[in-house]
């Protein structure tokens, strides 16, 4: 079942390392799909690493986590990850990560401030550092939703990054830009002089604009702002 969602997430699982979210077979992917009794996920497996994984590696689970499909070990982080998809229902795509930048700032912040328009574009505003819960378990759920706010990332404190979205695209967009603004934080950090801020209506411009960024046609983008309004 789910054979192109599968694929899609190997893809994005190679793409999370490609642009140095993660090592070996850290984080995980995981997304909602549409089952003949209801929703269902497709998750990534347990301790492999991306590129020696295949399509085929990807478990489909319900939403107690009973394996549907699938004959790997499910991520350890599959209850945390149920937690969030139950509790967030505009969210279709959870993407776990353990980006340097952004866990660094986290350590010593509360909050990523919004001080790039990139990362207006695609967290839609600071992101909020959530207080530590232990790895592989529901408390790491439960802090992130808790601290996500209407944010598309939040930091786990002592551990990593969550995004999420109403896809694998935009979860993983979170991510990167996410990362891109943590290193410029850092370098305006390490110069001790105060960090130009953006004003709450530059970020709101920043995030409209992301809205209508990219190839989409107009009836994609009316859904988008449909749902966003939901």
Same mark, same amino acid.
């Given at each position: 079942?789910?054979?192109?969602?599968?694929?899609?997430?190997?893809?994005?699982?190679?793409?999370?390392?490609?642009?140095?979210? $993660?090592?070996?077979?850290?984080?995980?992917?995981?997304?909602?799909?549409?089952?003949?009794?209801?929703?269902?996920?497709?998750?990534?497996?347990?301790?492999? %690493?991306?590129?020696?994984? @295949? =399509?085929?590696?990807?478990?489909?689970?319900d939403i107690d986590g009973n %394996?549907?499909?699938?004959?790997?070990?499910a991520s350890v982080d599959t209850?945390?990850?149920?937690?969030?998809?139950?509790?967030?229902?505009?969210?279709?795509? #959870?993407?776990?990560?353990?980006?340097?930048?952004? +866990?660094?700032?986290?350590?010593?912040?509360?909050?990523? =401030?919004?001080?790039?328009?990139?990362?207006?574009?695609?967290?839609?505003?600071? @992101?909020? @550092?959530?207080?530590?819960?232990?790895?592989?378990?529901?408390?790491?759920?439960?802090?992130?939703?808790?601290?996500?706010?209407?944010?598309?990332?939040?930091?786990?404190?002592?551990?990593?990054? $969550?995004?999420?979205?109403?896809?694998?695209?935009?979860?993983?967009?979170?991510?990167?830009?996410?990362?891109?603004?943590?290193?410029? @934080?850092? #370098?305006?950090?390490?110069?001790?002089?105060?960090?130009?801020?953006?004003?709450?209506?530059? %970020?709101?411009?920043?995030?409209?604009?992301?809205?209508?960024?990219?190839?989409? +046609?107009?009836?994609?983008?009316?859904?988008?702002?449909?749902?966003?309004?939901?």
């Amino acid at each position: 079942m789910f054979e192109d969602v599968k694929k899609q997430m190997l893809e994005y699982a190679l793409k999370m390392d490609h642009y140095g979210l $993660i090592a070996l077979s850290g984080g995980n992917l995981s997304a909602r799909v549409q089952g003949p009794e209801g929703d269902l996920f497709v998750v990534t497996p347990s301790g492999m %690493i991306y590129d020696e994984m @295949v =399509p085929e590696d990807m478990l489909v689970v319900d939403i107690d986590g009973n %394996i549907v499909e699938g004959e790997r070990k499910a991520s350890v982080d599959t209850e945390a990850l149920l937690y969030i998809f139950k509790n967030m229902p505009r969210v279709n795509a #959870v993407i776990h990560t353990h980006q340097p930048y952004a +866990t660094g700032l986290g350590l010593v912040m509360d909050e990523i =401030p919004c001080n790039l328009s990139t990362m207006a574009n695609a967290a839609e505003g600071s @992101v909020h @550092v959530a207080a530590y819960g232990d790895p592989g378990s529901l408390s790491m759920g439960v802090q992130a939703v808790e601290s996500i706010g209407d944010r598309l990332a939040v930091v786990l404190k002592h551990h990593g990054v $969550i995004s999420v979205g109403r896809d694998l695209r935009q979860a993983l967009f979170a991510c990167v830009y996410l990362e891109e603004a943590a290193k410029t @934080v850092q #370098v305006a950090l390490s110069t001790g002089l105060p960090m130009a801020e953006m004003t709450p209506e530059q %970020i709101e411009e920043a995030v409209a604009v992301f809205h209508r960024y990219g190839q989409h +046609t107009l009836n994609e983008r009316d859904a988008e702002e449909a749902a966003a309004k939901q």
